[in-house]
């Protein structure tokens, strides 16, 4: 009785925030719901989870769910239809997103050396869809007010549903290998509720701050309401999630947000590079080296956050250096391998996961998709900090994504199929080749209606007429 008085609460709560957070003076397509769903998958748990039909540890990688799989094909088959009827939109984002490319092409020909290449090939499929459903993002007529509704569609249903969850339910909390009791709420273990959280939350601090700025936003006190209701929310789950990385992130990507706005940064693209620089070998130094004791006690996590067992573990397994196991094929056929050497508490079938983005890769794809991912790592941050530049705005939402993509994968598996992390770098590289490729577009400048003869030379020549492309 309590908990279906809580969720009637919970459901009149979050038409509350759709309500306050409505804004008339920007139109998106009905395409958005597509990513919006690939995201609540994503960032929660999946479908045949919620009907109790739904797999766990190292079986789920192989054997799926019937109904999963018919869920991801029919969004996969509608976002493609949608990208394709954007094509004039779509080409020239593809063709400027080479080092996406050659690495899904490169992840598809591993395919042909894993020991299981029909599952690795229905998990490639995937990642072509994580990369479709980016595109639908960024092709928006309104790119910008989509990715506000994206935060607010999923921030506003995967939020309170989690605090429910655990405050109310068994289906919301469990336990660590360790033994300990830890907080899910919508997903399955803490470290993907950390994820979701502060990636939407990144983008809550987003709006919140556009909002403070732009004192003639339409709606504005309403939805500055709305918006710190979802940072509140976000700040509350990261602090049950208790996950010591997604905290990391949301302050280092926070910070990173915060200070580009100020003046004496944000003009001074060198500072700009100094901060990122900062953020990122600073944190991940300090995380694997010297001072990681004092930092991850200070999250409350065990030193190392348990995972350097499962590094040295993992790169000991490793099969061909050069080309890895196949794409996401290593713990298919090197998991016992692995466990052999760890302590106890790491479970048979709990370890999926080097906990390690780059080792990750380098398992699965070797040295050439380390070098890939690299390359979309450093490509993706000069074209971040160039976006930057045309809009401080966007760019500092974009700048975040990347510079917290490259930490997080320092100590969980950011670059894998279906990983919010990894979708949001995918979104954060392709819209800043999205803002450099707008930037350079001529400006329309309708001519004037009457043209008198004798000066219609002069000013013919002063009006450019391009046809636009609508975005």
Same mark, same amino acid.
């Given at each position: 009785?309590?908990?279906?008085? $809580?969720?009637?609460?919970?459901?009149?709560?979050?038409?509350?925030?759709?309500?306050?957070?409505?804004?008339?003076?920007?139109? &998106?397509?009905?395409?958005?719901?597509?990513p919006?769903?690939?995201?609540?998958?994503?960032?929660?748990?999946?479908?045949?989870?919620?009907?109790?039909?739904?797999?766990?540890?190292?079986?789920?990688?192989?054997?799926?769910s019937?109904?999963?799989?018919?869920?991801?094909?029919?969004?996969?088959? $509608?976002?493609?239809?949608?990208?394709?009827?954007?094509?004039?939109?779509?080409?020239?984002?593809?063709?400027?997103?080479?080092?996406?490319?050659?690495?899904?092409?490169?992840?598809?020909?591993?395919?042909?050396?894993?020991?299981?290449?029909?599952?690795?090939?229905?998990?490639?499929?995937?990642?072509?869809?994580?990369?479709?459903m980016?595109?639908?993002?960024?092709?928006?007529?309104?790119?910008?007010?989509?990715?506000?509704?994206?935060?607010?569609?999923?921030?506003?249903?995967?939020?309170?549903?989690?605090?429910?969850?655990?405050?109310?339910?068994?289906?919301?909390?469990?336990?660590?290998?360790?033994?300990?009791?830890?907080n899910?709420?919508?997903?399955?273990?803490?470290?993907?509720?950390?994820?979701?959280?502060?990636?939407?939350?990144?983008?809550?601090?987003?709006n919140?701050?556009?909002?403070?700025?732009?004192?003639?936003?339409?709606?504005?006190?309403?939805?500055?309401?709305?918006?710190?209701?979802?940072?509140t929310?976000g700040?509350?789950?990261?602090?049950?999630?208790?996950?010591?990385?997604?905290?990391?992130?949301?302050i280092?990507?926070?910070?990173?947000?915060?200070?580009?706005?100020?003046?004496?940064?944000? &003009?001074?693209?060198?500072?700009?590079?100094?901060?990122?620089?900062?953020?990122?070998?600073?944190?991940g130094?300090?995380?694997?080296?010297?001072?990681?004791?004092?930092?991850?006690?200070?999250?409350?996590?065990?030193? &190392?956050?348990?995972?350097?067992?499962?590094?040295?573990?993992?790169?000991?397994?490793?099969? &061909?250096?050069?080309?890895?196991?196949?794409?996401?094929?290593?713990?298919?056929?090197?998991?016992?391998?692995?466990?052999?050497?760890?302590?106890?508490?790491?479970?048979?079938?709990?370890?999926?996961?080097?906990?390690?983005?780059?080792?990750?890769?380098?398992?699965?794809?070797?040295?050439?998709?380390?070098?890939?991912?690299?390359?979309?790592?450093?490509?993706?941050?000069?074209?971040?900090?160039?976006?930057?530049?045309?809009?401080?705005?966007?760019?500092?939402?974009?700048?975040?994504?990347?510079?917290?993509?490259?930490?997080?994968?320092?100590?969980?598996?950011?670059?894998?199929?279906?990983?919010?992390?990894?979708?949001?770098?995918?979104?954060?590289?392709?819209s800043?080749?999205?803002?450099?490729?707008?930037?350079?577009?001529?400006?329309?400048?309708?001519?004037?209606?009457?043209?008198?003869?004798?000066?219609?030379?002069?000013?013919?020549s002063?009006?450019?007429?391009?046809?636009?492309?609508?975005?």
């Amino acid at each position: 009785m309590i908990f279906w008085l $809580a969720f009637l609460i919970c459901s009149t709560g979050i038409a509350g925030l759709f309500f306050l957070d409505r804004d008339a003076s920007t139109r &998106n397509s009905k395409a958005l719901w597509l990513p919006v769903m690939w995201l609540w998958i994503a960032g929660s748990r999946p479908v045949s989870a919620w009907f109790g039909m739904g797999t766990y540890g190292l079986a789920s990688t192989l054997d799926g769910s019937p109904m999963d799989a018919a869920i991801f094909a029919a969004l996969m088959v $509608a976002g493609i239809i949608v990208v394709f009827l954007r094509r004039d939109r779509t080409i020239p984002l593809l063709k400027s997103s080479g080092p996406i490319l050659i690495y899904l092409l490169y992840c598809l020909i591993s395919v042909t050396w894993s020991a299981f290449p029909e599952p690795s090939f229905k998990r490639w499929t995937k990642d072509v869809g994580d990369v479709v459903m980016v595109l639908i993002l960024v092709t928006d007529g309104q790119p910008m007010a989509a990715l506000r509704r994206l935060f607010s569609r999923i921030g506003f249903i995967l939020f309170p549903a989690s605090i429910l969850l655990i405050r109310y339910t068994d289906l919301g909390r469990g336990y660590d290998p360790d033994g300990g009791p830890m907080n899910t709420g919508v997903t399955t273990n803490k470290n993907n509720l950390g994820l979701i959280v502060f990636l939407v939350s990144l983008g809550a601090l987003w709006n919140v701050r556009a909002l403070l700025m732009d004192k003639e936003a339409p709606n504005r006190r309403r939805r500055l309401v709305a918006q710190g209701t979802l940072l509140t929310f976000g700040i509350v789950l990261l602090q049950m999630a208790h996950c010591a990385t997604a905290v990391a992130c949301f302050i280092l990507g926070g910070g990173l947000i915060l200070a580009t706005s100020l003046g004496a940064i944000r &003009n001074r693209p060198v500072r700009v590079h100094a901060l990122c620089l900062v953020i990122v070998l600073g944190g991940g130094l300090t995380m694997l080296f010297g001072g990681e004791s004092m930092v991850t006690n200070a999250l409350g996590r065990h030193e &190392n956050l348990g995972r350097t067992d499962i590094w040295a573990a993992a790169i000991a397994a490793a099969g &061909n250096p050069v080309i890895g196991s196949g794409f996401e094929s290593f713990w298919n056929t090197n998991h016992d391998a692995v466990t052999r050497g760890l302590p106890g508490y790491w479970g048979i079938q709990d370890l999926v996961s080097a906990h390690n983005g780059y080792i990750e890769v380098y398992l699965n794809l070797g040295w050439v998709g380390l070098c890939l991912i690299a390359l979309i790592l450093i490509s993706g941050y000069k074209r971040a900090a160039k976006a930057f530049q045309r809009d401080p705005e966007f760019g500092s939402l974009i700048l975040a994504y990347v510079a917290t993509g490259i930490f997080y994968s320092i100590t969980e598996a950011g670059f894998r199929v279906l990983t919010p992390s990894w979708i949001f770098l995918l979104l954060a590289v392709v819209s800043a080749s999205g803002v450099l490729r707008d930037s350079e577009l001529p400006v329309q400048v309708d001519p004037p209606k009457y043209i008198p003869r004798k000066s219609s030379v002069v000013l013919a020549s002063r009006f450019q007429i391009v046809q636009s492309t609508k975005i």
